[in-house]
């Protein structure tokens, strides 16, 4: 399975992207089977939970730190999830990286998730 996350760049504080992780790949089986999230990484800082998405696209748990303000989507036809992050803070700079879990139990542990992307650099200017 590979994942293809797109979408990042250099904002400044207040504005907005959106982020993109398509999947794809010879043994890929379907995209509804799996769970989606996604983590990011800061310069010097472990790998955090950022939001995360059940199969069907009905339920949606997020970090409190952008809860509020991130949303988290999927269009299973498209095997791609979002990111929609508005009211960008300069504590949003990170990689950003998407993943899928095959369980069927929710996680927020980085740990627990099968396949990522390569990540996608989102910088937040003050």
């Known amino acids: 399975v590979q994942l293809q996350a797109s979408g990042g760049g250099l904002v400044q504080a207040g504005g907005s992207l959106r982020l993109s992780c398509a999947a794809s790949?010879?043994?890929?089986?379907?995209?509804?089977?799996?769970?989606t999230a996604w983590f990011r990484q800061a310069p010097g800082k472990e790998r955090e939970f950022v939001a995360r998405l059940n199969r069907s696209g009905d339920n949606t748990y997020y970090a409190d730190s952008v809860q509020g303000r991130f949303t988290i989507s999927r269009d299973n036809a498209k095997n791609t999830v979002y990111l929609q992050m508005n009211s960008l803070k300069p504590e949003d700079t990170a990689v950003y990286y998407c993943a899928l879990r095959s369980r069927v139990s929710a996680s927020v542990r980085a740990e627990d998730y099968d396949y990522w992307g390569q990540g996608t650099l989102v910088t937040v200017s003050s």
């Open positions: 790949g010879r043994t890929f089986s379907t995209f509804t089977t799996y769970r």
